[in-house]
């Protein structure tokens, strides 16, 4: 039966039953209802991408129309694109205030209301995307990310992964750690203030004016995030030389709710969104990892060739990320009790990581 | 208001409405509210793990929770542990005949029913979880699956994953490949298949005989999964020397329902079974993640240490791997089929796993 009949039969039994002055479990005899009347929800929920943006927003839109299916209709997320509701940086706020119901954006956003939440994201030679989801469920991650986030009225779940990002797009190969200096970079966050202490100049410039500047020299490189959304981006064809990454080892996406409407839901909509957002979550990364294997093979098939940053580049990139803990620490007491839980966290999971997936993958 | 609360108010409001002769939407004026009667339909769920087995166990009780939250008690999952209501390995054929509607264990189980249903659960020296999770749902793997299970009028979905599990204990070092030569080792699946080329005599023993035959050097060397499941067993007390695997780099676990009677189920209750199993999946992976670092520590400070086969081996071992799949493919045009597919994605997805998490792992 196709659930519009369902639904028309059932209204029908039901009118049946009232007319008849007694209950459709005593005309049904032995079959047991369940009788659920869900109030009916609609939420609001922005992105801070564009429309149909591939993984990260498409899988949004599945998202909304799993948890629609899950809760038989009596629970509707509307998806709004980009700056059609909010613009793409106002999610936050606009989610804080009850404006709207919900956002799916980045953590790293947000730093400059509380520089611990770019944490929350990830750190530059810091723990892949397993490693996060585990800390975030079993190392206390999200204890200390609602607790924060709370003070804004929110409620955040982890609601999508990049995976190990790209180091990005150069104009020139980088051979030594002195050819980064006085470099002009398209990299935000704190990939930015690593590179930036390894003598790279960071340039924030808008999604749609990245090309141009590669293309007439404004800018040097520009890291954007992996073969899949890099392809569409044309970089290749003025920037050729595209390096591995460990500025960003595995970027967690939010998916966020106004706290007080989501505490107003009733227990079986909260759980279908809690499920519902796991399941994107990991959906998301797994996701990411086909397109990106796909893009690769055709951008290797373009002619584009996979480059290495030299170890002392490397070396001198983990030296500076603990500067700028260092650094960041000292500023915030908050970001200082994120990041003690988070390298606590590492320090007891990357032993295990070695010997498994690291290890593994190397012989394999 | 508490669950129980909110369905005893829903009854006493819909007697009301009925009292009056009217529906509850024309007393409410303007509320809108949605009518799912949804039926209630319980499903009896066997695994093939003892009560409260961690992780495999519990996650699967964990799961039976949600779909029950999320379909407000409309669909209730009973989980039987192994030999309560079938044995272990009957599950299979339980649920294909319909005597259960659905089980939770691991597809390399059913190898005697058809070669290539081993595969399903991962290869040797072949792809790690993420990679085998990407194949299933973008790679075509979930396709071969269901057409191959559909003969047996069974559904699969993937129902966790242990990561890349642990190589075994031994009770002397491995310092060549002449030193496997005669090792009676218990191992099951591909992974035994493989070790008996390289000159192991594989056995098959029940858990609880293990740890004794361990002890009397009735076996030298026996694997299991990972530190969160050994440790328990207590195999560091007498085969000190714990190696690193590539026998099984991600095995996929199972949760496979009565296809007919998974077909009957309404849109809901299949929407809410799909995402849960989905989020399950993954749960699990993270939990053993998480496990497996916490017990790989209280295995060091018993002075566990870890050691790594010799390239010999590793080398002798891919090349094993490729001869039982020629043996296999000559053997079932099923396991020739499956295996094609794999092979497959697995040339698509390595080259950026290798560039990504790989050489990631490898630098941080």
């Not at 498409?58 to 809760?71: I, L, P």
């Not at 009733?266 to 994107?280: C, F, K, M, V």
């Not at 584009?304 to 603990?322: Q, R, S, T």
């Amino acid at each position: 039966m196709k659930r519009r009949d369902f639904i028309k039969t059932a209204a029908a039994l039901g009118t049946a039953a009232t007319l008849g002055g007694c209950t459709r479990e005593q005309i049904e005899g032995k079959r047991a209802f369940h009788t659920s009347r869900q109030k009916r929800v609609k939420l609001k929920l922005a992105t801070s991408w564009p429309a149909h943006f591939p993984i990260m927003g498409t899988g949004v839109e599945r998202f909304a129309q799993r948890v629609k299916a899950m809760s038989g209709g009596s629970l509707e997320i509307k998806v709004y694109p980009k700056n059609i509701l909010v613009p793409a940086l106002a999610v936050f706020d606009a989610t804080s205030s009850g404006q709207i119901d919900a956002f799916h954006s980045g953590p790293y956003y947000w730093k400059g209301k509380n520089p611990a939440f770019a944490l929350f994201s990830g750190l530059p030679m810091g723990m892949v995307a397993s490693e996060l989801i585990a800390w975030m469920k079993y190392g206390g991650g999200y204890d200390l990310w609602r607790e924060l986030y709370a003070k804004y009225n929110l409620y955040p779940m982890m609601g999508g992964n990049t995976g190990v990002q790209m180091g990005g797009w150069f104009r020139k190969p980088i051979k030594s750690l002195g050819d980064l200096k006085g470099l002009k970079m398209r990299i935000p966050g704190l990939g930015g203030e690593v590179m930036a202490r390894l003598g790279v100049n960071p340039i924030l410039l808008p999604a749609g004016e990245i090309y141009t500047a590669l293309e007439r020299g404004t800018i040097d490189a520009t890291e954007w995030v992996g073969p899949a959304l890099d392809i569409r981006m044309g970089f290749y064809k003025v920037a050729p030389y595209y390096y591995t990454g460990w500025h960003e080892p595995g970027s967690v996406l939010e998916l966020t709710f106004n706290k007080a409407r989501f505490d107003k839901l009733s227990p079986e909509h909260q759980a279908i969104l809690q499920t519902a957002a796991d399941q994107l979550n990991n959906e998301m990364y797994h996701e990411f990892l086909d397109q990106n294997a796909r893009a690769l093979k055709k951008l290797k098939a373009l002619g584009v060739k996979i480059y290495n940053f030299p170890k002392a580049v490397d070396e001198a990139a983990k030296k500076a990320v603990m500067e700028v803990v260092a650094d960041q620490s000292a500023k915030s007491a908050d970001f200082k009790r994120v990041y003690a839980s988070m390298a606590s966290y590492y320090r007891l999971v990357k032993p295990w990581t070695d010997i498994s997936e690291a290890r593994y993958l190397n012989i394999r």
